[in-house]
């Protein structure tokens, strides 16, 4: 493999890993935070996709942006609404929310499952012209996607110091307690899993613009996508303080990505990158548990074969 190949191979899996990395932080958001495994990810991420294709479509992508985190806000209130004002377990509403956004999503691409917008201004065709007289022009989809994790990044960091924030996070380890402070926690849960599906909803209009193309099955995937760069990230930051947290979780979601692209590369068969992806999350999962239980592994091995020597 060449050394430009190498460097091409690197830059997408950049530039779709910052991009993924908006939904990671929204999972870290509502499920390492509040502890809320939202099932809802993969509409919520494709509802972001197809308001932003279809408001992108009648000429104003930038406009796109806050009407596709407005549409994640709504999913993420419906969800949240299901869970703490009509009884619905947690993950049985994030699956009833996901079903039903299919049809939604339906409606929204007007009773189709394609949208292209190859003929449509998009945020990225407006940052190549504005970089293409700079050292960044090739690289304008990696500027975009970066600028838009850094400014949701910091605003995250930002308002988990808040008061709301840290109400969010006690809700997460504790309600009772929270409740015993006189907070609500079902606001908390409210806020939380609305702000968190507005980020999965940014991520996945900014994928439909990138692209330049939305399917209704551009979601899918997503869930597992999240949890395992999620985990990957915890490996590496999980236990240091938030801002470096976050910035674990970006590093999750492009090394996740980096074995992505790479199996592409390899000639993998489409039908095979799934099972690549359940075996990402299966070792992200176990390598730390493996980790603890190594010690105590090496010193049976050592008491097995120490016996047999003498």
Do not use: W
């Amino acid at each position: 493999m060449s050394l430009g190949s190498v460097l091409t191979l690197l830059q997408t899996a950049s530039e779709l890993g910052l991009i993924s990395a908006l939904t990671v932080l929204a999972l870290y958001l509502s499920y390492s935070m509040l502890n809320v495994c939202d099932l809802s990810t993969d509409g919520c991420f494709t509802l972001g996709a197809t308001v932003g294709a279809v408001v992108t479509l009648s000429g104003h992508p930038f406009l796109a942006i806050p009407a596709a985190m407005a549409a994640g806000v709504s999913s993420g209130f419906i969800t949240a609404f299901l869970q703490t004002k009509m009884g619905v377990n947690s993950l049985l509403a994030g699956i009833i929310v996901n079903t039903a956004l299919y049809s939604v999503n339906i409606a929204v691409m007007g009773s189709s499952s394609i949208l292209n917008m190859n003929s449509s201004e998009t945020v990225f065709t407006k940052a190549r012209d504005l970089l293409s007289n700079t050292p960044f022009k090739e690289q304008y989809k990696l500027v975009v996607a970066a600028i838009a994790v850094i400014a949701v990044g910091v605003l995250l960091a930002l308002f988990l110091r808040t008061r709301l924030g840290l109400a969010i996070r006690a809700t997460g380890n504790n309600p009772d307690m929270v409740r015993s402070s006189s907070i609500n926690p079902v606001f908390t849960t409210i806020i939380g899993l609305c702000i968190a599906n507005s980020f999965t909803a940014l991520s996945g209009c900014l994928l439909a613009q990138s692209q330049k193309s939305v399917n209704i099955d551009i979601g899918t995937g997503m869930v597992t996508i999240a949890l395992a760069s999620l985990l990957i990230g915890n490996v590496f930051l999980g236990r240091k303080k938030i801002p470096l947290q976050i910035v674990g979780m970006v590093l999750g979601a492009f090394i996740f990505r980096l074995v992505y692209t790479v199996a592409l590369r390899f000639d993998m068969p489409a039908f095979m990158l799934k099972f690549v992806s359940s075996v990402i999350v299966i070792a992200a999962i176990s390598i730390p548990y493996l980790k603890t239980r190594f010690p105590l592994f090496k010193r049976r091995l050592k008491q097995r074969f120490g016996r047999r020597a003498m």
